[in-house]
């Protein structure tokens, strides 16, 4: 089972403050590549609490309002533990080319979560153009993946 994302639908964007400088440039570049970002927040770096901008952009993604979701936060944990409360969830945290590959293809993730504090920003796009481009595997995975979300 392969699960592409719906890139005719717009991309969810969010960070706290720690992301804010990589969420814009993010979805500059994003835009620039002719996808649409839907940007949860947050607009500045004045402190705020990074479950509220996980959440919405979470519950985006679960919806399908939008095709998967990138967060930002200082180290990412936050945010990735944040967004995985959602049943409809799998948001991996990735700070390099190889596990942003390795939570679509093997884990399915439909948010990627990445440390604004700990890579530098030509990374965050190499990491998100590889997560985007990286089909599900299937196989192997589909049954572990099957057995993630709690009912």
């Not at 952009?57 to 959602?86: D, M, Q, R, W």
Request: glycine share 8%; charged share 20%.
């Amino acid at each position: 089972m392969t699960n592409n994302f719906d890139l005719t639908k717009p991309i969810a964007i969010g960070c706290d403050h720690a992301g804010v400088a990589y969420k814009d440039a993010l979805k500059n570049y994003l835009e620039q590549k002719g996808y649409t970002a839907k940007d949860f927040g947050t607009h500045s770096t004045a402190s705020v609490d990074y479950p509220d901008y996980a959440h919405a952009v979470a519950k985006s993604v679960e919806s399908g309002e939008t095709c998967f979701g990138i967060l930002f936060c200082g180290s990412a944990n936050g945010v990735c533990i944040t967004a995985n409360k959602h049943q409809g969830i799998r948001a991996g945290l990735a700070w390099n080319n190889d596990v942003a590959k390795l939570i679509r293809q093997h884990n399915n993730a439909n948010i990627i979560c990445m440390p604004a504090r700990f890579v530098a920003l030509a990374l965050v796009y190499e990491m998100t153009d590889n997560f985007i481009a990286t089909n599900f595997e299937g196989g192997r995975h589909e049954n572990r993946v099957n057995k993630i979300a709690c009912s």
